[in-house]
């Protein structure tokens, strides 16, 4: 039987690149998103190569999650990996200037929403055992305040966090946790952030080298198909075109 995935936010960026990745080396893939007819694109991009089941599904609700879980095909039972990727910024506006449904969205889905996921997984990932793995996809922007993160900075700290305290109360069960935080880099990030600002998005990425999802793809495989003694806690990873600038002074 193929090894499984759980890659929830496939429908793009990150999460589709990661669904390729581990479909090219033969896992079977369970795909989450909101935007079914995208999942039906990558569904028959990858069926040809490998099992594909997808799920169309607001990770914010938990009922709906708890269930697709409970109720997965035995095909896809046996899930070893777990790629919590489903997330958003909005509001890059101060925080003085932002609206509160804003910090609620990003709220419910990087934090509530992941946590949905992860509860309702956990008793599969013990089951599989020796191997298994929650990748968590934080940010830098969960290290390094910068203007404008507000909310979206405070739930990447949360699932880095989290990550670290899962790994307490899985020690022993051979499931592993690691928070993957990347920096810039070029998907529907920022065009979700903008609400659909495409020159906006464009200028952000324009004259630079931004990571690519591949790249983050290629690491979420390389974490989860490490020995299964080793842990990597967490992988922060910037386009080698990004670095961290100097603090910011009010002066009179
Ligand atoms: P994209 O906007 O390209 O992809 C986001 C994915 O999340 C989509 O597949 C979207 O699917 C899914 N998603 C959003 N909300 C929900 C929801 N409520 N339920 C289910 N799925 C949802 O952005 P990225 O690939 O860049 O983002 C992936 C992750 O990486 C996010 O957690 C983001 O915070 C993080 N990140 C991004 C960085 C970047 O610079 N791009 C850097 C660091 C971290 P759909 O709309 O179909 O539901
Ligand atoms: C996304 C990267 O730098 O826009 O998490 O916050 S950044």
Redesign the pocket.
């Given at each position: 039987m193929n090894d499984i995935a759980l890659i929830?936010?496939?429908?793009?960026?990150?999460?589709?690149?990661t669904a390729r990745r581990f479909a090219d080396s033969g896992w079977s893939v369970i795909l989450?998103?909101?935007?079914q007819e995208?999942?039906d694109e990558l569904q028959r991009e990858l069926e040809d190569k490998v099992p594909v089941l997808t799920l169309a599904?607001?990770?914010?609700?938990d009922e709906a999650i708890s269930r697709a879980i409970a109720d997965l095909p035995d095909a896809f039972r046996q899930v070893k990996v777990l790629v919590?990727?489903?997330?958003?910024?909005l509001a890059p506006q101060p925080a003085q200037e932002a609206e509160l449904a804003d910090w609620h969205t990003m709220i419910?889905?990087?934090v509530t929403?992941l946590v949905n996921v992860t509860h309702a997984l956990l008793p599969t990932l013990i089951d599989t055992g020796a191997g298994a793995s929650i990748i968590n996809?934080?940010?830098?922007?969960g290290k390094f305040p910068y203007p404008g993160g507000h909310v979206?900075g405070a739930?990447?700290a949360f699932?880095q966090q989290f990550s670290y305290n899962l790994r307490c109360d899985l020690l022993g069960t051979g499931v592993r946790v690691t928070d993957i935080?990347?920096?810039?880099?070029?998907?529907?990030?920022?065009?979700?952030r903008t609400r659909g600002d495409k020159e906006a998005s464009d200028a952000l990425y324009r004259g630079t080298t931004?990571?690519q999802?591949e790249d983050?793809a290629e690491q979420i495989f390389y974490v989860a198909t490490l020995p299964a003694h080793i842990n990597i806690n967490q992988l922060e990873i910037m386009p080698t075109r990004q670095a961290w600038s100097k603090f910011a002074v009010d002066r009179d």
């Open positions: 929830t936010g496939a429908t793009s960026g990150f999460g589709r690149a989450i998103g909101r935007r995208r999942l599904l607001d990770v914010r609700d919590n990727n489903a997330g958003l910024a419910d889905t990087n929403g996809i934080g940010s830098v922007a979206y739930t990447k699932v935080a990347p920096g810039m880099a070029e998907t529907e990030f920022t065009l979700v931004p990571l999802p983050i």
